[in-house]
């Protein structure tokens, strides 16, 4: 009797100082993310700090609608799209469906074939950012009907158009002493490797993000809900279409989603059996320095480094027409432990000093 009474008041203590954490750093995250609330609306921050998880929602969905934001509120991601982009093109590579070092042109229609400045290009040029294609398609101003929807006539017809048009931007480079890495950070990139997915292995982009990522995170029973993105202006932005560019910044998520897709981030390891463990754990290493002071990049992650002697952080921003996201992960800190923060907003104001901020928080 002793010993259950024993065991019955250690689990209690546990559950109240678990309870207390939480409450101080709720505080804490309330007292960070004041400055940002006061002048932009909803707000879901998601932090990992080892085994425990924290989620929270803070300011509202509008400033017609009082309501908090939820867990099964879905926000536009933006480029936070292009790390799950990564890791279905390293699946697809680990399934022996595509090579990273496949030529481009092999997916390509003959008619974009002919262009003789896509030869060199490789599926891991697209991936990290080294192909020379610019941050947007060439042609994308040309086929904008609604400037406040600029992707939502940009189709598969117009990026195979773009790809007969590129040009090598070497040129450019080498007119910059300076800049010594092919690093250009590209959205155009990843909606070409949108395309070389559907064709290498005969699915709908929307049908490789339902197998190979959303079946492994947390799907409710309680139906997602789009919350309206609003512009640094408070007015409700318009609804997004991103047709061909889906692959690049059109996926959206909840934050319980998301923040599973982190925790298999941080558990992933080379050896794991699990393909889409061992994909997230290849896109976490390096492939390609920056121009930047300590960056380099993996696949659709950035890698940083502050000081010489910090944690590796893994890290990435988004954006679209009235969202805004962040995630930036450490394996293992200089507690041993891992730790994670991830941020999305429905307006339009940037989150990635907010993040690291949180980051540097936890890992104090």
């Known amino acids: 009797m002793r010993f259950l009474l024993s065991i019955t008041i250690f689990v209690f203590f546990i559950a109240t100082a678990r309870s207390q954490q939480s409450e101080g750093l709720e505080k804490l995250v309330e007292k960070y993310c004041g400055e940002y609330l006061e002048q932009n609306q909803g707000l879901a921050v998601g932090i990992i700090d080892g085994q425990n998880q924290y989620q929270f929602y803070l300011g509202n969905i509008s400033p017609n609608n009082g309501r908090l934001p939820k867990e099964n509120d879905l926000f536009e991601m933006g480029s936070l799209t292009k790390v799950l982009t990564a890791s279905i093109i390293l699946q697809l590579e680990l399934e022996g469906i595509l090579t990273l070092s496949d030529p481009i042109v092999k997916y390509l229609p003959d008619s974009v074939k002919q262009n003789p400045n896509l030869n060199d290009l490789r599926i891991e040029n697209l991936l990290n950012h080294s192909s020379g294609l610019g941050k947007l ?26 790809l007969m048009k590129f040009k090598p931007r070497n040129v450019e480079q080498s007119k910059n002493k300076k800049k010594k890495s092919a690093y250009q950070y590209s959205h155009w990139a990843y909606g070409v490797l949108g395309y070389i997915a559907e064709k290498a292995s005969g699915s709908t982009f929307e049908e490789l993000c339902q197998n ?20 640094f202006n408070g007015i409700q932005a318009k609804a997004q279409h991103y047709q061909a560019m889906s692959s690049s910044l059109g996926m959206k998520m909840t934050l319980p989603q998301f923040m599973t897709f982190i925790q298999f981030n941080l558990e992933a390891n080379e050896q794991d059996e699990n393909l889409f463990k061992q994909s997230l754990w290849k896109c976490q290493q390096e492939s390609l320095e920056t121009d930047y002071a300590r960056v380099s990049v993996g696949y659709g992650w950035h890698l940083v480094k502050r000081r010489k ?28 432990t891992a730790s994670a923060v991830v941020l999305f907003s429905n307006s339009s104001s940037d989150l990635d000093e907010l993040g690291f901020d949180l980051l540097e928080l936890i890992n104090r």
């Open 137 to 162: 398609p060439n042609n994308l101003w040309f086929n904008t009907i609604d400037p406040k929807d600029k992707y939502g006539a940009y189709f598969e017809k117009q990026l195979m158009a773009s």
């Open 212 to 231: 190979r990522i959303r079946s492994f995170l947390k799907e409710d029973e309680i139906i997602d809900e789009v919350i309206p993105g609003h512009l």
């Open 309 to 336: 002697k910090d944690p590796l952080i893994i890290s990435h921003s988004g954006k679209t027409e009235g969202f805004r996201s962040y995630t930036a992960f450490i394996r293992e800190s200089d507690k041993g």
